[in-house]
């Protein structure tokens, strides 16, 4: 029976919604071919039909990923939002949910060691959520907005990286506390 045009899309989106999340669960490299295209109910044969490789499904799966972030930043809407943004993301829920949870924190260091492409999507994903941050800043001038979004971003990411490497709770929650204080202390 041959797929049709629409099928093949539906599996091929399927497979990139299934890499996304266990990519960001697991890393890059903490899932084979197998178990991804398992994952989205397919089989490893029909792979190679949809990605070049592994790395290519990778950059894309980040991008896909990457995505969702700016979609979720990018409700934010008002200084208020803000705020209920940065506790959203500091939460202990964020922190232990990392299939669902932001890319950037999940992947930021399997990124660091993958391939231009995985890099480049990283880059533009960054540039897209300062894109959307920036605006909601107190600055009057862009390049204060920037540099405003870039240390947030960087902030935010940092804590909730480090409250998911650090296997102790109490430090966990001291990282996301201190880091979402100082966030909100600097929105004036």
Same mark, same amino acid.
């Given at each position: 029976m041959k797929v049709t045009r629409a099928q093949v899309e539906l599996n &091929?989106? #399927?497979?990139?919604?299934?890499?996304?999340?266990?990519? &960001?669960? #697991?890393?890059?490299?903490?899932?084979g071919l197998n178990d991804l295209m398992q994952a989205a109910g397919l089989t490893r044969g029909g792979f190679y039909g949809h990605f070049e490789s592994k790395e290519d499904l990778a950059a894309q799966a980040s991008r896909r990923a990457l995505a969702a972030n700016r979609e979720h930043w990018g409700q934010l809407g008002d200084r208020a939002g803000l705020e209920r943004?940065?506790?959203?993301?500091?939460?202990?829920?964020h922190g232990e949910h990392l299939g669902e949870g932001c890319a950037f924190a999940a992947l930021a260091g399997d990124a660091a060691r993958a391939t231009p492409? =995985?890099?480049?999507?990283?880059?533009?994903? =960054?540039?897209?959520?300062?894109?959307?941050?920036?605006?909601?800043?107190?600055?009057?001038e862009?390049?204060? #907005? #920037?540099?405003? /979004?870039?240390?947030?971003?960087?902030?935010? =990411?940092?804590?909730?990286l480090l409250s998911r490497a650090v296997g102790e709770p109490g430090l966990a929650r001291e990282l996301r506390q201190a880091t979402r204080e100082? /966030?909100?202390?600097?929105l004036g």
């Open positions: &091929r989106e #399927r497979i990139l919604d299934s890499a996304a999340q266990l990519f &960001r669960e #697991r890393g890059f490299d903490g899932i943004w940065i506790k959203g993301y500091l939460s202990a829920a492409a =995985v890099q480049q999507a990283f880059a533009e994903g =960054v540039e897209e959520l300062l894109a959307v941050l920036a605006p909601q800043l107190p600055e009057a862009p390049a204060e #907005r #920037r540099q405003h /979004a870039l240390a947030l971003l960087s902030s935010l =990411v940092g804590a909730l100082q /966030a909100l202390a600097a």
